[in-house]
């Protein structure tokens, strides 16, 4: 079963005082205050086999957030990595972690287009 949300944010998680850096916290704080959109989603993942062994997926919550900055950005999958080591705050990547482009399309992919309208 995938992760709906992170259990807790790290303690070095922070936004710079950069613009794009804000508009993306009001986003986040949107989106805390709307876990709607966690639950449309989660239905394009009931049916996907996750093992209980292993490393852990990026959580639903995470996998949204990635979504929505490569279509902010307009970036391809190998830019969305490379830009997620800046937007590892944003997108509540765990510490340590930066999903590599494969990844990324794999799970991002899984959210059918019709819940995005």
């Given amino acids: 079963m995938r992760e709906t949300h992170n259990a807790q944010s790290g303690i070095f998680d922070f936004y710079s005082k950069h613009e794009k850096a804000q508009e993306l916290r009001r986003l986040s704080e949107l989106l805390d ?5 966690l ?3 989660e239905q394009d993942f009931q049916n996907i086999n996750v093992k209980n062994t292993g490393a852990r997926g990026l959580s639903l919550e995470s996998i949204l957030r990635c979504l929505l900055l490569k279509q902010m950005l307009g970036v391809c999958y190998e830019k969305l990595a490379f830009n997620l080591s800046d937007s590892r705050t944003f997108a509540r990547l765990r510490e340590g972690r930066s999903p590599c482009k494969s990844s990324l399309q794999s799970t991002v992919r899984s959210i059918s287009a019709s819940r995005l309208h």
Avoid: C, D, L, Y
């Avoid at 205050?33 to 959109?37: C, E």
């Fill in 33 to 37: 205050q709307h876990p709607v959109f």
């Fill in 39 to 41: 639950h449309v989603i």
